[in-house]
C-alpha cells in the first residue's frame, strides 16, 4: 500500500531553519505530484506548496513569500520541504501528501489529495 513518512519537525526560533522530508512507498513516485499542507487547531488544512511529478512545475501558498522552497528527489521517492525565515505564525502539524491518480496537476486543495503522511509538528519559538 501507499506509504507517506515525514521527519525533520521540531522547535526552531524565529528567523530559523528547518527542512522537513516526505518518503513515500508503494507507488511510482515519479509519476506522482506531491504536495506539502499545515493545520493548527481549529483551522482547514492550507496547502503550503506542490510540485509536480516531473519537479518543473511548484505552487506556493500566499504566505510563503519567497521563504520555503519545495524539491523532490525521484531517484530516492522523497519530497523536501526547505523553511527558512521562520516565524510563529508557521508553527503547525505539516503534513505530506499525494493524489491518488498519476499525473495530476493544479492540486492545491485538500479534497485533491487520497494519501497523507502522519504529520510531523513544526514549532517555532519568539
Known amino acids: 500500500q501507499v506509504q507517506l513518512v515525514e521527519s525533520g519537525g521540531g522547535l526552531v526560533q524565529a528567523g530559523g531553519s528547518l527542512k522537513l522530508s516526505c518518503a513515500v512507498s508503494?507507488?511510482?513516485?515519479?509519476?506522482?505530484?506531491m504536495a506539502w499542507f499545515r493545520q493548527t487547531p481549529g483551522k482547514e488544512r492550507e496547502v503550503v506548496a506542490f510540485?509536480?511529478?516531473?519537479?518543473?512545475?511548484?505552487y506556493y501558498g500566499d504566505f510563503v513569500k519567497g521563504r520555503f522552497t519545495i524539491s523532490r528527489d525521484n531517484t530516492k521517492s522523497t519530497v523536501y520541504l526547505q523553511m527558512n525565515s521562520l516565524q510563529p505564525e508557521d508553527t503547525a502539524v505539516y503534513f505530506c501528501a499525494s493524489p491518488e491518480d498519476a499525473f495530476y496537476s493544479g492540486a492545491y486543495h485538500s479534497h485533491d489529495y487520497a494519501y497523507w503522511g502522519q504529520g510531523t509538528q513544526v514549532t517555532v519559538a519568539s
Open positions: 510540485i509536480n511529478w516531473s519537479g518543473g512545475s511548484t
Open positions: 508503494g507507488r511510482t513516485f515519479s509519476s506522482y505530484s
